[in-house]
């Protein structure tokens, strides 16, 4: 059964910890995709990868980290620098080698920090 | 940089009335188009897409959207809604032959029976 996998669905931590959200696909996909989606504001992208061990800062990087060591999996860090972490996180992947591609959706993690 | 404006933020309609939600962009390249859906509880997925080629793309559940270049629009329509297509609608777009998609603020549909 191909997807993405996102774990948790739902996260709390206290205000000033760090957090990591995972994101793992067995599509063998090799772009990656990190989006934050807040009520009213769509998706926006925080960090994306198009190989492994390499990754690119998006529209809204600041306070969020990533690594790539993996094809499969894309892990996303919450710091505590990041100053409103309350969201809903989602994570995508698409092939690289086709213009025609899409991006797929995991479930999401919705993130409470409290 | 680009951006995306989806002027419908809230619409609510009766069961069998007539959809068209609004995308608007700001790029005035090459672009790739995209309509997603996300039914409540459920994953982003895929409506429909435009690559190049005829401008009128027909997408899953009768879905349909159409890109005018020279307005910088790639509307979504359906002629009757269902009850079943109450979910939230994105638009995006993709630039200059990369992967990344700017994505527009959503539009929220509510269909009454």
């Known amino acids: 059964d191909g997807g993405i996998t996102q774990s948790p669905k739902y996260l709390f931590r206290k205000e000033g910890q760090n957090v990591t959200l995972s994101c793992e696909q067995n599509?063998?996909?090799?772009?990656m995709y990190w989006y934050r989606q807040d009520p009213g504001q769509g998706l926006r992208l925080i960090y994306y990868s198009q190989i492994v061990n390499d990754f690119q800062k998006g529209d809204i990087a600041e306070g969020y980290s990533v690594s790539r060591e993996k094809k499969e999996s894309f892990p996303l860090t919450v710091t505590s620098a990041q100053k409103n972490p309350t969201a809903f996180y989602l994570c995508?992947?698409?092939?690289?080698?086709?213009?025609?591609?899409?991006?797929?959706f995991g479930p999401g993690t919705r993130l409470t920090v409290l | 940089a680009q951006s995306v404006s989806q002027h419908n933020h809230h619409v609510i309609l009766s069961e069998a009335a007539s959809l068209e939600l609004g995308c608007n962009y700001s790029y005035g390249g090459t672009v790739n188009l995209f309509w997603y859906v996300q039914y409540p509880g459920q994953h982003l997925q895929l409506l429909l897409k435009?690559?190049?080629?005829?401008?009128l793309v027909k997408g899953i559940k009768g879905f349909e959207a159409e890109f005018i270049k020279s307005k910088f629009s790639f509307n979504l329509r359906k002629p009757s809604v269902q009850w079943s297509d109450t979910a939230e609608y994105f638009c995006a777009v993709r630039t200059g032959g990369g992967n990344k998609l700017t994505f527009g603020t959503g539009t929220q549909l509510k269909v009454e029976l």
């Open positions: 599509l063998n996909h090799d772009a």
């Open positions: 435009y690559f190049s080629g005829d401008p």
């Open positions: 995508a992947s698409s092939m690289q080698e086709s213009s025609y591609n899409e991006q797929f």
